[in-house]
């Protein structure tokens, strides 16, 4: 097990594409889920690659030392729980026809948002995902 600096730095070197933190990730992970809940409207390719820092904290959680692991397990767990109300799940049917989806491990590309808005929400609603329609609600 390593500390939160030698696991960026080793993710880094595996490819991603700097040294990233926990603390990082996991805002952006509270960030996306955030405009998810609010109405996701950026490009299906923007969406794809904002999914990634959630990668990240998967590979990251298998290095780190189980201090750093028990102290922010809650906070992503809790993230989870709301990107999973704020999303439905359709095996990646929606999004696999715009970006090859990982292994089923990593659950959260097999889900969509809920709420379709901007060109998210048209590539979602052309590949035959459900969802409520922001754009034209009123």
């Known amino acids: 097990m390593a500390t ?11 490819g991603w594409r700097r040294a990233f933190t926990v603390t990082e990730s996991v805002n952006a992970w509270a960030a996306l889920v955030g405009l998810i809940e609010r109405g996701y409207g950026d490009h299906v390719y923007v969406y794809a690659n904002d999914l990634y820092c959630r990668d990240w904290l998967h590979e990251a959680w298998l290095l780190l030392d189980e ?8 906070r992503i767990r809790a993230l ?50 459900i969802g409520t329609d922001l754009d034209n609600r009123w």
């Not at 201090?67 to 809650?74: E, G, N, Y």
């Not at 809920?114 to 060109?119: P, S």
């Open 67 to 74: 201090h750093i692991v028990q102290q922010w397990t809650p």
């Open 80 to 129: 989870d729980d709301l990107y999973k109300a704020v999303t439905t799940d359709d095996d990646g049917q929606a999004l696999a026809q715009f970006h090859r989806l990982p292994g089923p491990d990593l659950w959260w590309w097999r889900r969509h948002p809920r709420i379709f808005t901007g060109d998210l929400g048209r590539s979602l609603r052309s590949a035959g995902a």
């Open 4 to 14: 939160e600096i030698e696991v960026g730095e080793l993710l880094h070197q595996r």
